[in-house]
């Protein structure tokens, strides 16, 4: 049989053959700074920076450039510090699949309160001044789809995982979120009169491909950790 040379010291394969790196302190670090990285680099706050840009800047321009550029970056990052972390673990001895409910539950509530931060204070903004219609417009296509998808996502992991518990992270999102639009909607209606549907129809469009992108990688992300592999420097899931 080859041997397998080791990075690190890892667990005995008798007692604990499949290894996360949060169970390896050479690991635990550049695995959380990832998943931290994930969490800046999800499409909430993809929405949430856009949001803030809409109240700087008044145009559709600027929030696009400076949300995505957040996104493309931080999600380069998180993957290079996933390849870090993994990289200590041969791949057959990986542990990829472990669910991880506690950070999943935490990355939620950041997740949920940067967004709804956001949109409260793009609420405010709007109940105070002059705002475009066409960037209510935006706006409001771009919360509504976050909504939808987070609704969508609660379902798809209650079915897929049968489990309670593991949709309760995506639960807690779609509660918080919901809510804060909800107030906003009550509050700005009938400011800015009827609304532009394709305006509303473009910004859940953005959305929706932001957040087509971030899955797709995701989805890419788990195969290559999943697979093992070469080197031993694939890449890891999100937590």
Same mark, same amino acid.
């Not at 007692?15 to 390896?24: A, C, G, N, R, S």
């Not at 673990?89 to 935490?106: E, Q």
């Not at 087509?212 to 420097?233: E, M, V």
């Given at each position: ?33 990832? =998943? ?43 993957? =290079? ?105 009550l509050i700005i209606a009938g400011r800015t009169g009827p609304l532009d549907i394709s305006t509303v129809i473009m910004g859940a469009a953005v959305l929706l491909v ?30």
């Open positions: 049989m080859k041997q397998i040379n080791e990075l690190v010291q890892l667990p005995d394969a008798n007692q604990q053959y499949l290894v996360h790196p949060l169970d390896l302190s050479a690991a635990r670090r550049p695995f959380l700074v990832s =998943w931290l990285l994930g969490i800046i680099g999800s499409p909430q706050v993809f929405a949430a920076v856009a949001a803030l840009m809409w109240v700087l800047s008044n145009n559709f321009v600027v929030p696009f450039i400076a949300a995505g550029a957040t996104l493309l970056f931080a999600n380069l990052a998180s993957a =290079w510090f996933r390849r870090e972390a993994w990289s200590n673990i041969p791949g057959k001895r990986r542990d990829a699949d472990r669910r991880l409910l506690g950070l999943n539950l935490l990355a939620a509530v950041v997740q949920a309160l940067a967004l709804a931060a956001a949109v409260m204070i793009l609420i405010l903004w709007f109940a105070n001044r002059d705002v475009s219609p066409e960037v209510v417009a935006f706006a409001t296509g771009t919360v509504t789809a976050v909504t939808a998808l987070m609704a969508v996502d609660v379902v798809v992991t209650a079915i897929r995982t049968r489990s309670g518990a593991a949709a309760l992270a995506p639960a807690v999102n779609l509660l918080a979120v919901a809510a804060v639009s909800w107030w906003g909607f932001v957040w087509g992108a971030w899955l797709a990688w995701t989805f890419w992300q788990r195969r290559r950790t999943a697979g093992g592999g070469t080197g031993g420097s694939k890449a890891a899931p999100a937590a």
